[in-house]
């Protein structure tokens, strides 16, 4: 059973990297910025809801998003396990994620702030498979917003690097290097 967590700043390559490791793994991944995104997109109340923060580079209240997580775990399809991207994002949400699913492991993608700057200027996504590339803008990588979620990343969700460096489930992984040596590090410390 793997129930494994990617943690890090904005840019750090979250979605990048643990997309790859869902497909080697065969387990799904989860990412709660693309599931708002798509709410967002098909105007859902869900979507009109998350849009307020988002557009302010704030977090969704943590009541729409650990519910929002919640009803996804629960799924058949994840009764071997799941990748969680960007979730949780402060200690409430770890704690509610304790309480219905214990994440085995939790890799940190580290980068310096002013490298999460230079890749989010430059990253595009794909609205459909979610694919990100690296050529235009997402809707909230704004500076602006940026900085914001920059903010909101360190006040947060920074304290929970602690809280699973106690539970003995942290591994920090230097995210600088291409993906490609990120991933071998990160299969040494899954497989
Ligand atoms: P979310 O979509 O999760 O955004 P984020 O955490 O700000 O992180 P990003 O998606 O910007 O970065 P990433 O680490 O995935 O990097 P990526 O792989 O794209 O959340 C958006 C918003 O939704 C939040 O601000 C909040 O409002 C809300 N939200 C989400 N989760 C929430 C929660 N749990 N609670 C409350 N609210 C929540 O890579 C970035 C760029 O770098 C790309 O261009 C990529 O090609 C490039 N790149 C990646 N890796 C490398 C590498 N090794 N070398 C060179 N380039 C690389
Ligand atoms: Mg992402």
């Given at each position: 059973m793997m129930r494994?967590?990617?943690?890090?700043p904005q840019g750090a390559g979250k979605g990048t990297i643990s997309s790859r490791v869902s497909a080697k793994l065969k387990i799904p991944h989860i990412s709660t910025g693309d599931l708002f995104r798509d709410a967002i997109a098909a105007q859902t109340p869900l979507g009109k809801e998350a849009k307020k923060s988002?557009?302010?580079?704030?977090?969704?209240?943590?009541?729409?998003?650990?519910?929002?997580?919640?009803?996804h775990v629960e799924k058949k399809r994840c009764k071997k396990g799941f990748i969680l991207d960007g979730y949780p994002r402060n200690i409430s949400q770890a704690k509610s994620l304790d309480s219905f699913a214990l994440p085995t492991q939790v890799i940190l993608l580290d980068?310096?702030?002013q490298v999460s700057i230079e890749r989010l200027a430059g990253r595009l996504?794909?609205?459909?498979?979610?694919?990100?590339?690296?050529i235009n803008a997402r809707?909230?990588?704004?500076?602006?917003?940026?900085?914001?979620?920059?903010?909101?990343?360190?006040?947060?969700?920074?304290?929970i690097v602690d809280y699973y460096k106690k539970q003995k489930k942290l591994h920090r992984i230097d995210a600088?290097?291409?993906?490609?040596?990120?991933?071998?590090?990160i299969?040494?410390?899954?497989?």
């Open positions: 494994v967590i990617f943690l890090g988002i557009d302010q580079g704030k977090l969704v209240p943590d009541l729409i998003t650990n519910a929002l997580i919640r009803e980068i310096p702030e996504q794909c609205k459909i498979c979610k694919r990100v590339f690296n809707e909230d990588d704004k500076p602006q917003v940026i900085k914001q979620r920059l903010a909101a990343y360190r006040a947060e969700t920074e304290p600088t290097p291409t993906v490609e040596i990120i991933l071998k590090k299969f040494r410390v899954l497989c």
